[in-house]
């Protein structure tokens, strides 16, 4: 029987929405007020799924998805300009799907294969993209 279990970290970071192949009116246009540098305090959940390990008891001890989230992640962002301050996500117009995405491929390689099942980036406390190897 697969049990599902997740962890939540959190960060803030800087970001504008903006496309440098586009005029400022073709950004403002689909853009919005995101078009001008702003700041989020974003969540990051991510869910492994697996079979209990008996010794432990655990799917996967929490603490070290924990440590993998950020150092994959957590300390690359956090209190950054998402636009020019990670080289991870150069030449990513930092949308918040595109952030799952990318924290999927970095956290993927780091986790015993075939435990990662989702990855959610909340923006705000209404607004989330999710990746997850269902989709
Ligand atoms: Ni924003």
Redesign the pocket.
Known sequence: MLVQVGRRESFSAA?R?FDPGLSDDENQRLFGK?VSL?G?NYVLEVTVAGGIDPASGYVVDLKQLSDIMCRRVIQDVDHRNLNTDVPWLSGLIPTTENLALTFWARLLPDLPAGLLRNVRVW?TDKNWAEVGDHL
Request: hydrophobic share 15%; net charge negative; proline share 0%.
């Open positions: 970001h929405l995101c702003h989020h923006e």
